[in-house]
């Protein structure tokens, strides 16, 4: 079975310009999250979704940030423009259904991003 | 709100040493607690878990012991390899009334492991 993907693994660009970043959960899993991990810390939530719907997004700055999750599988993150403090490791998860009580969190390898 | 606090790494080891790194949590209700491994390139896997109070998990020869009364979820290994350094978090999940978990989950800072050989 494979795992969430990602993509891609890094990115390095200037400050102020847009940047995307893609997660393919678990092949059935209903439930969808991003992270952000800076550098030495642990990974702090930005968004989680049921299905297509964003049940939670307090922590996602929503002036440069936005995600998607058409059809309730892929997801895109969005930042626009990027800031020099965005650097970090974006990562993704995805779970099977925590309404139903299923919430083990299976994580992608992440995202890299840097901004100069 | 809920927090995760692990002792400050990192830990250099000798193989076959014992491992201990220390997760204390400030949470409301009864959270499930977890600790979370990241390898070199690679993404968080779950390493063991427990959902109520005196709980052990355990995976790979790492034990963990849910123990509410000092809100402590430490991670122990009796011997450790070269193989086991990675970053290790402890995390815990939410509650929300009714028992039902919605799968939120705040992470300790990581605690880097290298063990030589």
């Known amino acids: 079975e494979a795992g969430v993907v990602q993509s891609p693994r890094y990115k390095i660009i200037e400050k102020k310009q847009p940047v995307a970043f893609w997660c393919n959960p678990i092949s059935g899993h209903n439930t969808l999250y991003w992270y952000l991990q800076n550098l030495g810390q642990g990974p702090e939530l930005l968004i989680r979704?049921?299905?297509?719907?964003?049940?939670?997004d307090s922590q996602l700055p929503k002036d440069r940030f936005s995600a998607e999750r058409l059809k309730g599988v892929d997801s895109t993150l969005k930042i626009q423009p990027a800031e020099l403090g965005d650097s970090a490791v974006y990562l993704c998860a995805s779970s099977l259904d925590v309404l139903a009580g299923f919430n083990e969190q299976f994580f992608g390898p992440g995202t890299r991003l840097t901004v100069l | 709100g809920d927090s995760v606090t692990q002792m400050e790494g990192p830990v250099t080891l000798s193989e076959e040493a014992f491992l201990t790194i220390n997760c204390t949590y400030t949470?409301?209700?009864?959270?499930?607690l977890f600790w979370y491994v990241q390898y070199p390139g690679e993404g968080l896997q779950l390493l063991l878990k427990?959902?109520?109070?005196?709980d052990k998990g355990s995976n790979k020869g790492f034990e963990a012991t849910y123990r509410k009364e000092t809100t402590s979820f430490h991670l122990e290994k009796g011997s450790v390899q070269v193989s086991d350094s990675a970053v290790y978090f402890c995390?815990?999940?939410?509650?929300?009334?009714?028992?039902?978990?919605?799968?939120?989950?705040?992470f300790g800072q990581g605690t880097i492991l290298t063990v030589h050989p």
């Open positions: 995390a815990l999940s939410d509650e929300v009334a009714g028992g039902t978990s919605y799968g939120k989950l705040t």
């Open positions: 979704y049921e299905n297509e719907e964003a049940v939670d």
């Open positions: 427990a959902t109520k109070a005196d």
């Open positions: 949470a409301t209700g009864y959270p499930s």
